[in-house]
């Protein structure tokens, strides 16, 4: 299976705040990376498919880039509903996999 | 709109078995697959697999095969996820999501099965 790595695990930031998630694949996996908000209680929900197209619906303070195995995730101003947990996930192999989130906490 | 209902929660002894189920709205059923997702308690989101509405080919992550079965009902766009000899592991968060471009775009709210002697 692809595995997913996520870092940081856990950050802390301020309203206002630049926050920048990084998603690495153990192999390629072109653009076929996703990004998924979970607040807690709730089901996830798409934020960015295919590495950087905004899902319908997402404010555009949230984008996404990269390929191959190095992804990000950036929110240019994060704001007092931003507060989850993020999860990047591969679609590029036959069985898809997550990575182990990042949980995003207010400072 | 596009909506995904899950069956209520469940409680079971472990051995038992429990059928969830995730019934569509909105759009047309065969048109697009439903995935699987189990959440543990307090950990992240893990891949279970995905089954294939035209063909009800499914597609097992590894460490879901054998006691987890994919299945549909058509008729009424309902899919269902059947688990037998539940063990205490098996406690968790069931969430069914509609995979379209690669991606999982729409999720049903939830079901919790919870497994306890």
């Known amino acids: 299976d692809i595995q997913m790595t996520q870092s940081p695990s856990s950050l802390s930031a301020s309203v206002g705040d630049r926050v920048t998630i990084t998603c690495r694949a153990s192999q390629s996996i072109s653009s076929y990376l996703n990004w998924y908000q979970q607040k807690p209680g709730e089901a996830p929900k798409l934020l960015i498919y295919?590495?950087?197209s905004l899902q319908s619906g997402v404010p555009s303070r949230f984008s996404g880039s990269g390929s191959g195995t190095d992804f990000t995730l950036t929110i240019s101003s994060l704001q007092p509903e931003d507060f989850a947990t993020y999860y990047c996930?591969?679609?590029?192999?036959?069985?898809?996999?997550f990575g182990q989130g990042t949980e995003v906490e207010i400072k | 709109q596009v909506q995904l209902v899950q069956s209520g929660s469940e409680l079971k002894k472990p051995g038992a078995s429990v059928k969830v189920s995730c019934k569509a709205s909105g759009y047309t059923f065969t048109d697009y697959g439903i995935n699987w997702v189990r959440q543990a308690p307090g950990q992240g989101l893990e891949w279970m697999g995905w089954i294939n509405t035209n063909t009800w080919n499914p597609t097992y992550a590894q460490g879901f095969t054998g006691r987890f079965v994919f299945s549909l009902d058509t008729s009424v766009s309902t899919a269902l996820l059947q688990i037998s000899s539940l063990k205490a592991e098996d406690t968790a968060v069931y969430y069914c999501a509609r995979s379209n471009r690669d991606a999982l775009d729409f999720w049903g709210p939830g079901t919790m099965v919870s497994v306890s002697s």
């Open positions: 295919t590495a950087s």
């Open positions: 996930q591969q679609s590029d192999s036959t069985l898809w996999t």
